[in-house]
Each structure stands twice: as structure tokens, then as C-alpha cells.
């Protein structure tokens, strides 16, 4: 009897993309509204705001990433979907039409 055959697959390119431990993009945008903030204000307070700001902005985004990397394109996937999969109460209830845009 042979033996199946396996295919072996790098870890890089199934884990998902961190920065810092938390999604990517959420810590590149709060870095650029934590700096926006820090060079608007333009004072000692504003710059300990800004910092407080990403030191919290970044724990909060890697409890999320060590929860569920990929919970931001769930939740983007869940608001898209959601006039389309509506709560129903009852199994013969009405179902919703496909949006315009979907087709």
C-alpha cells in the first residue's frame, strides 16, 4: 500500500499579518492618529496624550490579535452581510432579497 501523499505547507504563509502583535493596519492607523494628534496640539499635554493614546490604542489591538487575528475582517464581513442575513423568528419567515449592489 502506498503512502498518501503530503503536501507541506510554510507556516509564513499561513499566519496571519502582525505588527506589534495585533492587526496591522489598526496599528499603522492608530500610530498615524496618535502622531496627528501629538503635532496638532503641540504642546507637553498633547504629546503625553498622543502617547497615552498608542500605549493604549496598541494593548487594547494586541488583546484583540492574541484573541482572533482576523477579527476585523470578520466584523467588516458581519456589517457587509448583515441586511442580507437578517434575524428571522420562525423557519417558514420571509427571507430578504439579495441588495442591488450584490449582483
Given at each position: ?75 467588516a464581513r458581519h456589517v457587509k452581510y448583515q441586511p442580507f442575513y437578517g434575524a428571522k423568528s420562525f ?13
Amino acid at each position: 500500500m502506498e503512502k498518501p501523499r503530503e503536501i507541506i505547507i510554510h507556516q509564513s504563509a499561513n499566519r496571519p499579518n502582525l505588527l506589534l502583535g495585533a492587526d496591522r493596519e489598526l496599528v499603522l492607523l492608530t500610530a498615524m492618529l496618535s502622531a496627528a494628534l501629538v503635532f496638532v496640539i503641540a504642546t507637553w499635554w498633547g504629546i503625553v496624550l498622543g502617547a497615552v493614546l498608542w500605549v493604549a490604542a496598541v494593548a487594547i489591538l494586541q488583546r484583540m490579535g492574541k484573541a482572533d487575528p482576523m477579527l476585523r475582517l470578520v466584523y467588516a464581513r458581519h456589517v457587509k452581510y448583515q441586511p442580507f442575513y437578517g434575524a428571522k423568528s420562525f423557519i417558514l419567515s420571509r427571507s430578504s432579497d439579495t441588495p442591488r449592489g450584490w449582483r
